[in-house]
């Protein structure tokens, strides 16, 4: 526990040093919503403010996911330095650091998305007390689902320069096909089926029944949160089993989990 | 229980990566409050060693002991056992100094009130004090090295691995890292420590001299010294070969010396002009010393210490 703890604390401390990044990290969210919100709502036949208010909770998810996938990054620097070496000749056990990972970029992600809730009026969606507090629980399990994703890929790989341009590969078709941007009920019979394998789609379907109510939902409520806990279970136990080898590579095993 | 047993001791250990065999059966026993040296150019394979012995890589074959505890089994007690020093940095450079201590305290899971105790001690003996409060990447080389000393030591360890932890540091400030480890060895408290700066390998108790992931020779830096006789006369001449063949023609002994020729005499100071007057080449250059460790690798090696530089760090010389 007092490794878990340690794990997020320094994480935490780094990201207060950080703390720039919240601000560069609304941009993106921020332009899909009123630019690309306001550019596709305009041409939409419900008009402006009905998509604005649609696409909102996915462009919440948006920002928990590039935030918590970002934090994760400094996995993969300590690795390119030496720190994480200091880290794994330290006998706090492997669960922590992968737990401890998972949990601070997920706090980070929070964070990013909580910012992001203040603008829920602007983009047409009205609050209430019930609301926000689903809405916050439903964010801490899918921020913990998408920095379970963060730090599973983090876990993988060694180079600062590899890592962001192999998110983005993974990320961005997680995102288009989540139906954060349309709705997936009316997307094309393939679109959903995809739909189906992707993580971040339940996500998304979860702050949306959270924040539109429940006549949004693509997916039933039970199904989300299974989905999202048994990602995150998986993908962290993934991430666990890659530190426990330590320095430990071995061809592809790090870069490629799929090749062992 | 394991009070009488050795620091480390290492059987029959083999380490390969995919072609590369970096450890060919190291045997290693090193007694508690011994300070012990591997002593081999890079890619010997004294990093793969520590990072078997640090539980960072699983051995191919054979088996490593820390204090009587086997590094692939009992895995959190060695990693409670030992502090090694990297050759990279391995603190976290935003983190002022002090934050970087506590922060290993709280993952060795060590009482707080314990830890910054013996932080204030250790900075204070390693002349980081007035340094304390800054964040790591704001210290000069030296003061960074000793940082991932006090890094490693805080935890207060019973074996202290250093693997190349002076690197890239300049002769005082190499100086002044050792005396301070000689310093804060205390009673109980073994140090092995990995270079190939043949002076620094000096200091310690035993050597062993490690080549392409075998050790050639292990004993007291005297004594390994002691295996050559007399004097070590080192020649480079315009045609090394045609030299060497005529040497040896005359009875010389001459030995391959990294680049260059060497000679083991017992009278250097007589052989020498005799050599330059006989000898059918040109002799460029002609050097005259006490047998160095040196030396000695290069007899039982016939490479230098600093030939392989270059080689990955982990590779283990398979030329």
């Given at each position: 526990m007092?490794g878990?703890?340690a794990?997020i604390?320094?994480?935490m401390?780094?990201?207060?040093?950080d703390r720039?990044?919240l601000?560069?990290?609304l941009l993106?969210?921020l332009?899909y919503?009123?630019v690309l919100?306001?550019?596709?709502?305009?041409s939409?036949?419900q008009g402006g403010?009905f998509?604005?208010?649609?696409?909102?909770p996915?462009?919440?998810?948006?920002a928990?996911l590039?935030t918590a996938?970002?934090?994760a990054i400094?996995i993969?620097?300590?690795?390119q330095?030496g720190?994480f070496?200091?880290?794994?000749?330290?006998?706090?056990?492997?669960?922590?650091?992968g737990v401890g990972?998972?949990?601070s970029g997920?706090m980070?992600?929070m964070?990013?998305?909580l910012?992001?809730?203040l603008?829920?009026?602007?983009?047409g969606?009205?609050?209430?007390?019930?609301?926000?507090?689903?809405?916050?629980?439903?964010?801490?399990?899918?921020?913990?689902?998408?920095?379970a994703?963060?730090?599973?890929?983090a876990s993988?790989?060694?180079?600062?320069?590899?890592?962001?341009?192999m998110?983005?590969a993974?990320?961005?078709?997680?995102?288009f096909?989540?139906?954060?941007m349309f709705?997936?009920d009316?997307a094309p019979?393939?679109?959903k089926?995809l739909a189906?394998?992707?993580?971040v789609?339940?996500?998304v379907?979860?702050?949306?029944q959270?924040l539109?109510g429940q006549t949004?939902?693509?997916?039933?409520?039970?199904?989300d949160v299974?989905?999202?806990?048994a990602?995150?279970?998986?993908?962290s136990?993934a991430?666990?089993?890659?530190f426990a080898?330590g320095?430990e590579?071995?061809l592809g095993?790090t870069?490629?989990?799929?090749r062992r | 229980?394991?009070?009488?047993?050795p620091?480390?001791q290492?059987?029959?250990?083999?380490k390969?990566?995919?072609q590369?065999e970096?450890l060919?059966?190291i045997?290693l026993?090193i007694?508690?409050g011994e300070?012990?040296a591997?002593l081999?150019?890079n890619g010997?394979?004294?990093?793969?060693?520590?990072?078997?012995l640090?539980?960072?890589?699983?051995?191919?074959a054979?088996?490593?002991l820390v204090?009587?505890?086997?590094?692939?089994i009992e895995?959190?007690?060695v990693?409670?056992?030992?502090?090694i020093v990297f050759q990279?940095p391995?603190i976290?450079q935003r983190?002022?100094?002090?934050?970087?201590?506590r922060l290993m305290?709280r993952?060795?899971?060590l009482k707080?009130?314990?830890v910054?105790?013996?932080a204030?001690?250790?900075?204070?003996d390693?002349?980081?004090?007035?340094a304390?409060?800054?964040?790591?990447e704001?210290?000069?080389?030296g003061?960074?090295?000793?940082?991932?000393?006090a890094?490693a030591?805080?935890?207060d360890?019973?074996?202290l691995?250093?693997?190349e932890?002076?690197?890239?540091?300049?002769v005082?400030?190499r100086r002044s890292?050792w005396?301070?480890?000689?310093g804060l060895?205390?009673?109980g408290?073994?140090?092995?420590?990995?270079?190939?700066?043949m002076e620094?390998?000096?200091v310690a108790?035993?050597?062993a001299l490690?080549?392409?992931?075998?050790i050639?020779a292990?004993d007291?830096?005297?004594a390994l010294?002691?295996r050559l006789?007399?004097g070590?006369?080192r020649l480079?001449?315009?045609d090394?070969?045609?030299?060497?063949a005529?040497?040896?023609?005359?009875?010389?002994?001459?030995?391959p010396?990294?680049?260059?020729i060497m000679?083991?005499?017992?009278?250097p100071?007589g052989v020498v002009?005799v050599?330059?007057r006989?000898l059918?080449v040109k002799?460029v250059r002609?050097?005259?010393?006490?047998?160095s460790l040196?030396?000695?690798?290069?007899k039982l090696?016939?490479?230098?210490l600093?030939?392989?530089?270059?080689?990955?760090?982990?590779g283990?010389?398979?030329?």
């Amino acid at each position: 526990m007092n490794g878990l703890l340690a794990i997020i604390f320094l994480d935490m401390k780094r990201f207060w040093l950080d703390r720039v990044r919240l601000f560069a990290g609304l941009l993106q969210p921020l332009l899909y919503l009123f630019v690309l919100g306001g550019g596709i709502g305009a041409s939409s036949v419900q008009g402006g403010a009905f998509y604005r208010s649609f696409i909102f909770p996915g462009v919440v998810c948006l920002a928990m996911l590039f935030t918590a996938t970002f934090a994760a990054i400094v996995i993969v620097f300590d690795r390119q330095v030496g720190f994480f070496k200091a880290v794994l000749v330290s006998p706090v056990s492997r669960t922590a650091i992968g737990v401890g990972k998972v949990i601070s970029g997920a706090m980070q992600a929070m964070v990013q998305g909580l910012i992001l809730l203040l603008f829920a009026p602007l983009a047409g969606v009205s609050l209430s007390f019930f609301s926000v507090l689903e809405t916050v629980v439903a964010m801490a399990l899918v921020a913990m689902t998408f920095s379970a994703i963060g730090v599973a890929l983090a876990s993988r790989f060694r180079s600062t320069t590899v890592f962001p341009i192999m998110t983005n590969a993974v990320l961005l078709p997680m995102f288009f096909l989540s139906g954060a941007m349309f709705p997936l009920d009316r997307a094309p019979a393939w679109m959903k089926k995809l739909a189906h394998l992707d993580p971040v789609a339940y996500g998304v379907d979860l702050m949306r029944q959270a924040l539109l109510g429940q006549t949004s939902a693509f997916f039933p409520l039970w199904l989300d949160v299974l989905v999202l806990v048994a990602a995150t279970c998986l993908l962290s136990w993934a991430a666990v089993r890659v530190f426990a080898r330590g320095e430990e590579t071995g061809l592809g095993a790090t870069q490629f989990p799929w090749r062992r | 229980m394991h009070a009488d047993s050795p620091a480390v001791q290492v059987e029959g250990l083999v380490k390969n990566y995919d072609q590369v065999e970096a450890l060919r059966g190291i045997d290693l026993t090193i007694k508690t409050g011994e300070m012990f040296a591997l002593l081999g150019p890079n890619g010997a394979g004294k990093t793969t060693l520590f990072s078997i012995l640090a539980t960072l890589r699983a051995p191919t074959a054979g088996r490593a002991l820390v204090h009587g505890r086997d590094v692939t089994i009992e895995r959190d007690a060695v990693r409670r056992d030992i502090g090694i020093v990297f050759q990279e940095p391995a603190i976290e450079q935003r983190l002022t100094v002090r934050d970087n201590l506590r922060l290993m305290g709280r993952l060795y899971g060590l009482k707080s009130g314990e830890v910054n105790a013996r932080a204030e001690k250790l900075l204070g003996d390693l002349n980081l004090a007035e340094a304390a409060d800054r964040p790591a990447e704001k210290l000069s080389g030296g003061q960074r090295r000793r940082v991932e000393l006090a890094r490693a030591l805080v935890t207060d360890p019973r074996v202290l691995f250093l693997d190349e932890a002076t690197l890239g540091l300049d002769v005082d400030a190499r100086r002044s890292f050792w005396k301070h480890v000689r310093g804060l060895l205390n009673a109980g408290r073994s140090v092995v420590f990995a270079t190939h700066y043949m002076e620094e390998a000096e200091v310690a108790d035993r050597i062993a001299l490690i080549a392409q992931g075998k050790i050639v020779a292990l004993d007291t830096p005297r004594a390994l010294k002691a295996r050559l006789g007399g004097g070590i006369i080192r020649l480079q001449t315009v045609d090394d070969a045609q030299a060497s063949a005529w040497l040896a023609d005359k009875g010389y002994a001459p030995l391959p010396g990294g680049n260059g020729i060497m000679l083991e005499q017992n009278d250097p100071a007589g052989v020498v002009p005799v050599l330059l007057r006989d000898l059918p080449v040109k002799v460029v250059r002609v050097e005259v010393h006490e047998p160095s460790l040196e030396d000695v690798f290069l007899k039982l090696t016939g490479r230098g210490l600093v030939e392989e530089a270059g080689s990955g760090r982990n590779g283990g010389g398979d030329s």
